[in-house]
């Protein structure tokens, strides 16, 4: 992109100065329209060191109301992060609805560095690539404006810039060693920059370049690409989103009314003997995974009154109460809601070495978002797809992804519903909402069967657990931890 980049005319001192003075009240015009239409807005700045990305930056936030933008300036991640997914420390910060975000350095800069150093070989950098497009492209595909501009100097330019800088004590600290050794091969990271580029220009994401010798023409460039790119995605906020062909490997599994029940039943001897050997095992194995860096996702979904809550109750108690977290999902926090719905749980995967487990979780978009209306059709139709990147995502980063459906059938599940009723230290547990539910069971089992035939991959396979014994599906739970753990191992 570099290479072939034709630089637009710089404008008079006269015209400048009136184009300038009006981009920066259409900018300023835009954000209130933005906050109206709940519009989230995530602008990247990447370019050359010494290219003015900061300065520029100042200049353009400078009429917008600070109460609805953030500036997040892009650092060497920390320890912590380095235990959690590549996206992760990124797609935290995106933006709620209605607000900016400016990245001032980003997951490109990271993955261009990683490159040039040789600290990715080109399999790695090619993983990148595709974990960035993809995430880029959910981000869009959920109504977010992603703005990515490139701020370009020629390498004579960028050695003068900071040798000015170096020679003045006030600004000398501004100038590191990455800068300087990123000018004396400047070559080479320039074709890291055009490659990258090149891969990652995405319609619904394009790369703008931004001739950046001149600060007010930097910053007038910007502002028309920002005002322009707002107004297109605030037209196109109505359109549907085209769905994508599922390209993972999907394996086969029998609906829900095809899986049987009745026979799945374990006597309460056998159950303590089975337990006690399990947990025994488990144990062991969080010791083994702690060591080794072997981080594990546990998902639950299943009917209410399933045994959801007893069955993770038998799993934690196999484990060092220092390398777990349990999450019950509940309806998202406005805050949560504001954002890209898969947010909230990115912002509670474990570090590596750590087990996360999950009492509801992402599926809910698939069902009961789906089946209550708090989506659109397009929604979650496109949700199974980012479902198994989502997931994909995760086991690439060498996490152990397991997930269950506890099942058990109507009958069962109305004996449950009554005894928590007419059971007073248990009548917390059943809510009207419960009922309301399962007055649309037969639409949740089609809504369920289809996330089970749509989601269940060769990396994150579905495990049914039959449930109308809680003891057989405790036990059955905890040998199937086992062995996707030792499997791993």
Not at 138 to 156: A, C, M, P, S, W
Not at 283 to 308: C, F, M, Q, R, T
Request: glycine share 4%; charged share 35%.
């Amino acid at each position: 992109m570099l290479k072939e980049w034709s630089k637009g005319t710089k404008p008079d001192g006269e015209e400048l100065d009136r184009r300038l003075e009006e981009a920066r009240a259409q900018l300023a015009a835009r954000q209130t329209v933005i906050k109206e239409k709940k519009l989230p807005v995530l602008v990247i700045l990447e370019g050359w060191g010494a290219a003015g990305k900061g300065s520029v930056l100042g200049r353009v936030i400078r009429n917008m109301d600070p109460r609805f933008f953030k500036v997040d300036v892009g650092k060497e991640p920390t320890e912590d992060e380095q235990r959690r997914p590549f996206l992760y420390r990124h797609f935290v910060k995106i933006p709620e609805a209605g607000k900016f975000s400016f990245l001032v350095g980003s997951w490109m800069k990271e993955v261009t560095k990683g490159l040039v150093q040789g600290e990715l070989d080109e399999k790695a950098y090619n993983n990148r690539l595709a974990s960035i497009k993809c995430f880029e492209r959910q981000l869009t595909d959920n109504g977010y404006l992603v703005l990515k501009f490139f701020f370009h100097i020629d390498e004579k330019e960028q050695k003068k810039r900071l040798e000015e800088l170096l020679e003045d004590k006030h600004t000398k600290w501004r100038v590191s060693e990455a800068d300087l050794s990123q000018n004396r091969n400047y070559k080479k990271w320039e074709k890291a920059y055009d490659g990258y580029m090149e891969q990652t220009n995405q319609s619904s994401a394009p790369w703008y370049l931004i001739d950046s010798k001149n600060k007010k023409w930097a910053e007038l460039q910007m502002l028309e690409f920002m005002v322009r790119g707002i107004d297109t995605a605030l037209m196109n906020q109505s359109q549907a989103v085209p769905l994508l062909q599922n390209h993972f490997p999907l394996k086969t599994i029998p609906k829900l009314s095809e899986i049987s029940l009745k026979d799945k039943v374990l006597e309460e001897k056998e159950y303590r003997e089975e337990l006690k050997i399990c947990q025994k095992r488990l144990s062991e194995l969080h010791n083994e995974l702690y060591h080794k860096k072997l981080p594990v996702i546990i998902a639950y979904e299943g009917w209410d009154a399933a045994g959801k809550g007893g069955n993770i109750k038998r799993i934690a108690a196999a484990l060092d109460p220092r390398g777990y977290e349990v999450h019950p999902i509940a309806s998202p926090e406005p805050h949560e809601k504001a954002r890209h719905y898969l947010w909230r749980f990115w912002n509670r995967l474990p570090k590596d070495g750590h087990i996360a487990i999950f009492d509801r979780t992402w599926y809910g978009r698939v069902m009961v978002e789906r089946l209550e209306g708090f989506c659109s059709e397009n929604d979650w139709q496109r949700a199974y797809n980012e479902i198994n990147e989502f997931e994909k995502e995760l086991a690439d980063w060498g996490a152990v992804v397991i997930k269950f459906w506890v099942q058990i059938d109507k009958d069962t599940q109305l004996e449950r519903f009554t005894l928590r009723q007419n059971t007073p230290e248990k009548r917390w547990k059943i809510t009207d909402e419960d009922w309301r539910n399962r007055e649309k069971w037969d639409l949740y089992e089609e809504a369920v069967n289809e996330m089970l035939q749509k989601t269940n991959t060769a990396y994150a396979p579905w495990h049914v657990l039959e449930s109308n014994d809680k003891k057989y599906a405790r036990v059955k739970a905890l040998k199937t931890v086992i062995a996707a753990i030792e499997e791993k191992l």
